[in-house]
C-alpha cells in the first residue's frame, strides 16, 4: 500500500494515454538513434541520459499548479529578455552568428529559454485581462512577443524567431483574437516580402533558393537537401530495414541524427513507417489539445494549446525541411532527434499541459 501510495503521489498528475503516446514516440527515436549515430553506444548513452532528465523534469513540473506558475512567468520572461540583451552586448560569435553567452562557468543559448517563456508571458497577460480583453490589449500582447523575437532576429537566427512569433500567435488565436484580423496580418505579411526579402542575409537568401533549386549547388548548400531527399525517397514502401540505411552509414547524409534524423527514419522504415510515425504525432497533438481544453483556468487552456500547437508546428517544420519543402532552418524533429536541451524543453511543455488539465482546483495567488 505504501508503494501504491508513493507511485499515485509521484505519477497523480501524468496523463496516462499521453505518456504511452510519448513513450512509443520516445522508443522510436531511441532506435532511430542508435542507427544513425552507427550503433555509437556513447551517443546512445547519452540520449538515455538525455531522456531520463526530460521525462523526470516532465514529472516534476506535473506536480505544479498553473496558478503557482503564473507567479514565476514574468520573472522568466524579464530574465530571458535580459539574457537577449547580453547576447546582442556581449555574446560569443560562432559562424557569423551572436547566440550564445556565457554565464558563470557554462555556456548558454538564452532563446531555447524564451521557446517556453513567451507563450507563457502573454498567455499569463491575457488571463489577468480577460474581464477587460480589447483590441489594446492584443496590440499590447504583441508588443510582449515582438521584443524577444526582435532581439533573436539581430542575432540572427531567423528560424528560431519565426517558431517563437508562431508560439505567441497561437497564444493570441486561442485568446480570441478576430479572424479579421489574423488575415489582415497575413496579408500584410504577404505585401511585406518583397522588402523582407532584400532585409535578408545572404546565407538566408541562399537556404531560399536552394530550397527551390538545389541542384544549382550540389556539392554545396544544395547537398543537404538532395542527400535527405534521396533518403527519403530510397526507403521505399516498407524501408530497407533497422540498421540498413545507405545514405546514414555510408556518411552521404549530414547531421543524422539531430536535424536530418527524419531522413534516416525514412530509409529504414519506408512510407509505412511514415505514415505509423505522422499517427503518432497526430494522436499526441490531439491528445494534448483535448487535455488543454478541459483545463479550468484560461492561462492553462490559453499555454496548454499554444504549446502543443508549438510541437505541431516544430515537428512540420523539420518534416518539411527534410523533405525539400521548407527552407533549412536548423530545426530538431521534436522528441526523435538527439539534443537535451530541445528533448528537455518539449517534455517540460507536455508537463505544463498535463498540469493544466489535472489541478483542476483554483486556489488564490
Do not use: C
Amino acid at each position: 500500500m505504501n508503494i501504491r501510495h508513493m507511485l499515485r503521489r509521484l505519477f497523480g498528475h501524468i496523463d496516462r494515454p499521453l505518456a504511452g503516446l510519448l513513450a512509443l514516440l520516445l522508443l522510436a527515436s531511441i532506435a532511430t538513434v542508435f542507427s544513425a549515430s552507427g550503433s555509437s553506444v556513447d551517443k546512445i548513452t547519452a540520449h538515455l541520459i538525455n531522456i531520463t532528465v526530460a521525462v523526470t523534469a516532465m514529472i516534476a513540473i506535473s506536480h505544479v499548479p498553473p496558478q503557482r506558475l503564473m507567479q514565476f512567468v514574468l520573472p522568466v520572461y524579464i530574465l530571458g529578455v535580459l539574457l537577449l540583451i547580453g547576447v546582442a552586448v556581449a555574446g560569443d560569435v560562432v559562424n557569423g552568428a551572436r547566440r550564445w553567452l556565457h554565464v558563470g562557468v557554462t555556456r548558454i543559448q538564452p532563446s531555447e529559454l524564451m521557446r517556453l517563456a513567451v507563450p507563457m508571458m502573454l498567455a499569463w497577460y491575457l488571463h489577468n485581462k480577460q474581464e477587460i480583453l480589447s483590441a489594446r490589449h492584443y496590440a499590447s500582447a504583441a508588443v510582449l512577443l515582438l521584443i524577444p523575437v526582435g532581439l533573436i532576429v539581430r542575432q540572427p537566427d531567423l528560424g528560431t524567431a519565426l517558431l517563437i512569433s508562431a508560439s505567441g500567435v497561437f497564444v493570441l488565436f486561442l485568446g480570441g483574437l478576430s479572424w479579421r484580423i489574423i488575415f489582415g496580418g497575413i496579408a500584410l505579411a504577404g505585401a511585406a516580402l518583397p522588402f523582407a526579402w532584400h532585409m535578408l542575409h545572404d546565407y538566408q537568401r541562399q537556404r531560399v533558393m536552394t530550397m527551390l533549386d538545389p541542384s544549382s549547388d550540389p556539392l554545396g548548400a544544395g547537398y543537404h537537401i538532395i542527400q535527405s531527399t534521396i533518403a527519403v525517397g530510397s526507403g521505399g514502401m516498407a524501408g530497407k530495414g533497422w540498421l540498413n540505411g545507405s545514405q546514414a552509414h555510408l556518411d552521404f547524409l549530414p547531421e543524422r541524427t539531430t536535424d536530418f534524423i527524419f531522413a534516416v527514419f525514412s530509409e529504414e522504415f519506408g512510407l509505412i513507417g511514415n505514415l505509423l510515425l505522422l499517427l503518432l504525432y497526430a494522436a499526441i497533438i490531439y491528445r494534448g489539445l483535448t487535455l488543454a481544453a478541459v483545463a479550468p483556468s484560461l492561462f492553462g487552456r490559453l499555454l496548454a494549446g499554444s504549446l502543443v500547437l508549438t510541437f505541431f508546428t516544430y515537428a512540420f517544420v523539420n518534416m518539411g525541411m527534410v523533405s525539400g519543402i521548407l527552407p533549412v532552418v536548423g530545426v530538431p524533429l521534436p522528441l526523435v532527434s538527439y539534443g537535451g536541451t530541445s528533448m528537455v524543453s518539449v517534455l517540460i511543455g507536455f508537463g505544463i499541459v498535463m498540469s493544466a488539465a489535472s489541478h483542476k482546483k483554483l486556489v488564490k495567488t
